[in-house]
Structure formats: C-alpha cells, structure tokens
C-alpha cells in the first residue's frame, strides 16, 4: 500500500529563515511525487512534480527535490505570504494520489 | 492555466436532502476528474475517478448509490450526495487531471463545505 509521512506536522518560522519540509514515501513504481500548497478553505494549489531520483524544481523561495525515499521542500527565507499547509503526494502504479496529512507553516513577520 | 472551479463553496441544508456539486474545468479539457473528501487535519481522501462518458470508479467504501457521480462533457463533473444525513458532512474537492497522460498532474477546485443539519 503507498504511504506518505510528512514531518514535522507544523512549523513556525520567522521571516527570513530558512527551513526544509520532509516528505518520506513508500510507493509501488513511482511515477510521480507531487507538492501542493492549501491556504484554509482552499482546494490545493498544484507547486511542483517530481518524476525521478536526483530530481530538483524551483519556483521563486520553493526549492523540492527528490531521492528514492523522500522528498523534501526547501524554502528560502520566508516571507508570511507562505504561510499555508504544504501537501506532498505519491502516484504510482495504480494511478491514484495518494496524500500525506500536510505539514502547516506559519512564517511570522 | 489549469483552472479548476467548484460549485457551490458552502452548503447547509436538512438531513434527507440531496445536495449537487459541479467541478469545471474552464481552459483546458479534462478526460478524467477526482472527487476527494478532506476531514480537519486529514489527508484527502479520493472517493472516486470520473472519467468522461463512462461510469466512475469508486474506492472501497464509497457507497456510489450515495454519492452519485456524473461526468457528461470534457468540462464537466458533477457529484450528488443522495439523502444526505449529518455524517455526511464535510469538505469535498474535485480536481481535474491536465491532458498529456495519467502522471501529469491534477489541479483542484477550491472545495465544497457541505453542512447536514
């Protein structure tokens, strides 16, 4: 059964330092590990994906990479617009995503 | 791009109602959609596949004569709880898979809070 474990489950920073999410995952064939963000009361909102071992995306502070246990999201010197929960979610085989619970940051100003 | 919108975002009505959600896809075209539900503090748990013109698949557990699920255009998706009852309360999310093969990813619609008085 693909499983995915988040830690650690909240995080506060301060504005300006930098901090790394893990995501740990257990999947039959990975074909893809997915980032989201989820501000409350809110769908998720689509960050990155990841499809291979030594695989890194960017997008402005957001940095993710990927091994062949885990994932991590790397985010450089925060501002408290990033303030959100971050999702990271495993497809493999069967095609489904499967998520983890989320890992809630808080980035105070 | 890849606009997902959801329809209604709140909802509240009597046990024993039945209560319909739409999920559009409004730029691009999508063959298969997803209905996940989201309890506090949980993952989202997918319900079931949508995939246009064909019935949906629903996960083990997912009553489908309950949640009822229709997808009759490229755009479209529509999920209805039957005769919904208080333990059917919850946030609902649709989501949309972009075109170009089943591992590119899904884009989601902004949720449905369905409250069962």
């Known amino acids: 059964e693909d499983q995915v474990t988040q830690s650690p489950e909240a995080l506060r920073l301060q504005e300006g330092e930098s901090s790394s999410l893990n995501c740990s995952y257990t999947?039959?064939?990975?074909?893809?590990l997915f980032w989201y963000r989820q501000d409350p009361g809110k769908g998720p909102e689509f960050l990155f994906t990841l499809y291979s071992a030594g695989e890194e995306k960017e997008k402005e502070r957001l940095k993710a990479t990927l091994t062949k246990k885990e994932s991590f999201l790397h985010i450089t010197a925060p501002k408290p617009e990033d303030s959100a929960t971050y999702l990271c979610?495993?497809?493999?085989?069967?095609?489904?995503?499967?998520f983890g619970k989320g890992m809630k940051l808080t980035v105070n100003p | 791009g890849a606009v997902v919108s959801q329809h209604p975002s709140w909802v509240i009505c009597k046990s024993g109602t039945s209560v319909k959600i739409e999920c559009r896809s409004l730029?691009?075209?999508?063959?298969?959609m997803f209905w996940y539900r989201q309890f506090p503090k949980q993952s989202l748990m997918l319900m079931a596949t949508?995939?246009?013109?064909?019935?949906?698949?629903?996960e083990q557990g997912v009553e489908k004569d309950k949640f009822l699920i229709n997808h009759a255009s490229l755009t479209l998706s529509t999920l209805t709880v039957t005769s919904a009852h208080p333990e059917d309360s919850s946030f609902y999310i649709c989501?949309?898979?972009?075109?170009?093969?089943?591992?590119?990813?899904?884009?989601f619609g902004d949720g449905t809070r369905l409250s069962i008085l």
């Open positions: 949508s995939n246009e013109g064909s019935k949906a698949t629903y």
């Open positions: 989501s949309a898979q972009t075109p170009g093969g089943a591992y590119q990813p899904q884009h």
């Open positions: 730029d691009f075209q999508a063959t298969t």
């Open positions: 979610a495993v497809q493999g085989g069967s095609e489904k995503l499967v």
């Open positions: 999947v039959s064939g990975l074909r893809g």
